[in-house]
């Protein structure tokens, strides 16, 4: 019996110590909007970015990736804060996540644009 004991002890440890995992994917957005960029018709103002973090435990919770890369780019509009003859190119997206144990997922996507100034 004590065996017994001493061995559950063992693995419950050995599953609660800090075992955890990283990755990172790069993704490219499609934007719907068509800008036509000419020589000296514009001048880059800045670089931009938003983004988003879902938890799931288990597996059950957080938002698809879909709704996430939509929030991401949402923040980063919102970051951008456009003025008149503005526009957001160049969008792309980093997903990272981290995973504990496979117990535990952490997913975060991050939107990445460049701000744009039409001069004519």
Do not use: P
């Not at 504990?100 to 952490?106: A, D, H, K, S, T």
């Amino acid at each position: 019996m004590k065996k017994i004991i001493l061995a559950s002890i063992c693995v419950f440890s050995l599953a609660l110590s800090g075992c955890a995992g990283f990755s990172s994917v790069n993704h490219n957005a499609v934007n719907q909007t068509e800008v036509v960029l000419q020589s000296n018709n514009y001048k880059v103002v800045k670089h931009v970015e938003g983004s988003t973090t879902s938890s799931y435990l288990f597996g059950i919770g957080g938002n698809t990736r879909q709704t996430m890369k939509d929030n991401a780019v949402s923040v980063m509009f919102r970051n951008a804060d456009l003025q008149n003859n503005q526009a957001v190119i160049n969008i792309n997206y980093t997903v990272a996540t981290r995973t504990i144990l496979g117990v535990y997922l952490e997913t975060k996507v991050t939107a990445y644009g460049t701000v744009i100034e039409f001069t004519r």
